[in-house]
């Protein structure tokens, strides 16, 4: 398997575009997470699905952050309209809700945004 | 916030076994106790998890103490490649809650 995907692995931006995050997960995996990390901010869960319903979002920061899971293997995380606030590495992860590990996460490489 | 505490930083020396201490005082009934380890640049990485028996795997061993209110993550043989951001992590069914975490260095 190769992994969770995400792309772009870098985003340079200017103020006020649209930026769009895409997360392919692992295969057969039940649950997909956004994260955020900053260095002032550490590590911050924005949102999470079950079956591809979202959960919990109440880790996204405002209006501008949308996510969409349409089916199981894709999701995006969307800004809009980007401000310099959101540079930060966005990590993807997934996890099989099953098992002992029931929150062993696999974590994608990460995309690294900067706005201008 | 995290529902954990760990010190900011330790060296190892390489070749030596990294004790890395999590203090999980207000640990509930249901959860386990997680480790992660994220090296620079990279995603987090899963290494081990346990409720209140020792664990081991291929990457390390979990020690919980009796009470469950605390652990310690062993890396038997540290190699540099270990040097990372190590993070201890108490949940049950919910969502993980990063802390900061421990940057271990492993000193040639």
């Known amino acids: 398997d190769a992994g969770v995907i995400q792309s772009p692995r870098h985003e340079v931006t200017e103020m006020g575009q649209e930026v769009t995050l895409r997360c392919k997960p692992i295969?057969?995996?039940?649950?997909l997470f956004w994260y955020r990390q900053t260095m002032m901010r550490g590590l911050e869960l924005l949102i999470y699905?079950?079956?591809?319903?979202?959960?919990?979002d109440s880790g996204m920061p405002e209006d501008r952050f949308s996510a969409k899971m349409p089916n199981a293997s894709f999701s995006t995380l969307k800004i809009q309209p980007s401000e310099p606030r959101d540079s930060a590495v966005y990590f993807c992860?997934?996890?099989?809700?099953?098992?002992?590990?029931?929150?062993?996460?696999?974590f994608g490489p990460g995309t690294r945004l900067t706005v201008l | 916030d995290a529902k954990t505490t760990q010190p900011p930083s330790m060296d190892c020396a390489e070749g030596r076994a990294a004790n890395l201490p999590c203090n999980h005082s207000?640990?509930?009934?249901?959860?386990?106790v997680y480790w992660y380890r994220q090296i620079h640049s990279q995603g987090p990485q899963y290494i081990i998890h346990?409720?209140?028996n020792n664990e081991t795997n291929e990457m390390a061993s979990l020690i919980i103490t009796e009470d469950r209110k605390s652990s310690t993550l062993i890396l038997p043989h540290a190699t540099l490649r270990d040097t990372a951001v190590y993070y201890c992590?108490?949940?049950?069914?919910?969502?993980?809650?990063f802390g900061k975490g421990t940057r271990l260095s492993v000193i040639a």
């Open positions: 992860a997934s996890r099989l809700n099953s098992g002992r590990a029931y929150n062993e996460q696999f």
């Open positions: 295969s057969g995996h039940n649950s």
């Open positions: 699905f079950n079956n591809n319903v979202p959960i919990d």
């Open positions: 207000t640990i509930s009934g249901n959860e386990y």
């Open positions: 346990g409720l209140k």
């Open positions: 992590i108490s949940a049950g069914n919910t969502p993980l809650v």
